[in-house]
């Protein structure tokens, strides 16, 4: 299995050898982290940490609760909450690794300091489109995850480091970047780096119970609500969105990552391809997008919200009023009638069997023979 090109061998080769000596290094994901941002981060702290190195996690912002079960989150500083500190370790840095994202944009408040500091960049991701200046970049937009992707750095760097605690975090991360190993993203490779994952004795039930069964009574009420009375459905367009404001937030007692998956929710009615969440902040409006088969979310959200992301997820901000919004995304539907009609790809067929038209078309042969029998008799 080489998840590596030649090209990325040689660089963490490299990089291995700039990094043989300790050095300070502050280890960076984007905005809202998720279980691939602060799994490779994580991961790649507990990996330097390993062989000496002073190493710093700062997220731009806090994550979700369901993730502060992992591996010296503790350890892990936030810049929004502890900007002193973390700019102050930004600045002494000789190294910052730039995990799962492709724009210093996407690291919100602390993109500023981290522009300005001289620190050596390694930029480790899997979006389309990087646009982070960094001395080392591994970017590999073919596989789930940045985790995924990480496994092949690390274990090319340093086989023998890999334990428990990092494959955990690899395996949180590539997880929740698959939705569980079902999206589309999700190849043989994929299945490969989770076996060698588990070979280290994680524990994989417990880490799914950690992130998905670990929410509050009012997330559960707050997700009936947004499928009850929230979800407009576009059947023509075969589309849904469901938005939740700060009211309704505030009467659910909505903390970080209450929302997470709610995106998805839509996807499960027949027909339905493409859905979208929109989510009020106090500065701003946060839209997450999600598709199934060949529409790009990854260009609707560039088109219009600025944004970005993966072919069927991606996001985007904007500060306008969210009602204009919601209306602005009603409207742009039709406009992408054609694309989100077109039928789904049809499944892969092994030889000899029978496609669904190939079974209408001989349904309806088998209909005019019977017919014939039945009037020959
Ligand atoms: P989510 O909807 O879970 O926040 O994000 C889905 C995907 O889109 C993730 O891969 C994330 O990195 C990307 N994404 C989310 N928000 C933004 C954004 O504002 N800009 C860009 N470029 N990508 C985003
Ligand atoms: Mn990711």
Same mark, same amino acid.
């Given at each position: 299995?080489?998840?590596?090109?030649?090209?990325?061998?040689?660089?963490?080769?490299?990089?291995?050898?700039?990094?043989?000596?300790?050095?300070? #290094?502050?280890?960076?994901?984007?905005?809202?982290?998720?279980?691939?941002?602060?799994?490779?981060?994580?991961?790649?702290?507990?990996?330097?940490?390993?062989?000496?190195?002073?190493?710093?996690?700062?997220?731009?912002?806090?994550?979700?609760?369901?993730?502060?079960?992992?591996?010296?989150?503790?350890?892990?500083?936030?810049?929004?909450?502890?900007?002193?500190?973390?700019?102050?370790? #930004?600045?002494?840095?000789?190294? #910052?690794?730039?995990?799962?994202?492709?724009?210093?944009?996407?690291?919100?408040?602390?993109?500023?300091?981290?522009?300005?500091?001289?620190?050596?960049?390694?930029?480790?991701?899997?979006?389309?489109?990087?646009?982070?200046?960094?001395?080392?970049?591994?970017?590999?937009?073919?596989?789930?995850?940045?985790?995924?992707?990480?496994?092949?750095?690390?274990?090319?760097?340093?086989?023998? @480091? #890999?334990?428990?605690?990092?494959?955990?975090?690899?395996?949180?991360?590539?997880?929740?970047?698959?939705?569980?190993?079902?999206?589309?993203?999700?190849?043989?490779?994929?299945?490969?780096?989770?076996?060698?994952? @588990?070979?280290?004795?994680?524990?994989?039930?417990?880490?799914?119970?950690?992130?998905?069964?670990?929410?509050?009574?009012?997330?559960?009420? @707050?997700?009936?609500?947004?499928?009850?009375?929230?979800?407009?459905?576009?059947?023509?367009?075969?589309?849904?969105?469901?938005?939740?404001?700060?009211?309704?937030?505030?009467?659910?007692?909505?903390?970080?990552?209450?929302?997470?998956?709610?995106?998805?929710?839509?996807?499960?009615?027949?027909?339905?391809?493409?859905?979208?969440?929109?989510?009020?902040?106090?500065?701003?409006?946060?839209?997450?997008?999600?598709?199934?088969?060949?529409?790009?979310?990854?260009?609707?959200?560039?088109?219009?919200?600025?944004?970005?992301?993966?072919?069927?997820?991606?996001?985007?901000?904007?500060?306008?009023?969210?009602?204009? @919004?919601?209306?602005?995304?009603?409207?742009?539907?039709?406009?992408?009638?054609?694309?989100?009609?077109?039928?789904?790809?049809?499944?892969?067929?092994?030889?000899?069997?029978?496609?669904?038209?190939?079974?209408?078309?001989?349904?309806?042969?088998?209909?005019?023979?019977?017919?014939?029998?039945?009037?020959?008799?």
């Amino acid at each position: 299995m080489n998840i590596l090109d030649q090209e990325h061998i040689r660089l963490t080769n490299r990089l291995k050898a700039e990094l043989s000596v300790p050095r300070r #290094i502050v280890v960076t994901t984007h905005q809202g982290p998720d279980g691939d941002g602060m799994g490779s981060s994580l991961a790649i702290y507990h990996f330097l940490k390993k062989q000496g190195h002073d190493v710093s996690v700062i997220t731009p912002n806090d994550y979700p609760e369901f993730l502060h079960w992992m591996p010296s989150n503790a350890e892990v500083v936030n810049f929004m909450r502890q900007k002193p500190l973390a700019e102050a370790l #930004i600045e002494k840095a000789e190294y #910052i690794f730039h995990m799962d994202y492709n724009h210093l944009r996407r690291s919100a408040d602390m993109s500023h300091t981290l522009y300005q500091c001289k620190a050596i960049r390694i930029l480790i991701d899997h979006h389309l489109v990087p646009e982070l200046p960094s001395k080392y970049v591994f970017s590999k937009t073919d596989v789930s995850s940045t985790c995924e992707l990480l496994f092949g750095i690390i274990k090319q760097w340093n086989a023998k @480091l #890999i334990d428990r605690v990092i494959a955990t975090c690899l395996y949180t991360g590539i997880m929740t970047d698959t939705g569980s190993f079902c999206y589309r993203s999700v190849s043989p490779q994929t299945f490969s780096v989770a076996a060698e994952l @588990l070979k280290y004795g994680i524990d994989r039930s417990e880490i799914y119970d950690q992130v998905y069964d670990n929410y509050s009574e009012n997330r559960m009420r @707050l997700m009936g609500y947004c499928l009850n009375e929230k979800m407009e459905v576009f059947p023509q367009y075969a589309a849904a969105l469901i938005s939740l404001n700060l009211e309704e937030q505030k009467r659910y007692g909505f903390i970080v990552g209450d929302s997470e998956g709610f995106v998805n929710l839509p996807l499960s009615i027949k027909g339905i391809r493409f859905s979208a969440l929109f989510l009020e902040k106090e500065d701003k409006v946060k839209m997450s997008f999600r598709s199934k088969g060949d529409f790009s979310v990854n260009d609707f959200a560039k088109k219009h919200y600025g944004g970005g992301g993966h072919l069927n997820a991606a996001g985007g901000d904007e500060k306008k009023p969210m009602n204009e @919004l919601i209306q602005q995304f009603r409207e742009l539907l039709p406009l992408y009638e054609k694309e989100l009609k077109a039928p789904p790809p049809a499944p892969p067929q092994r030889e000899g069997e029978t496609s669904a038209l190939q079974m209408t078309k001989l349904a309806a042969s088998w209909g005019q023979r019977v017919g014939k029998q039945a009037k020959m008799k």
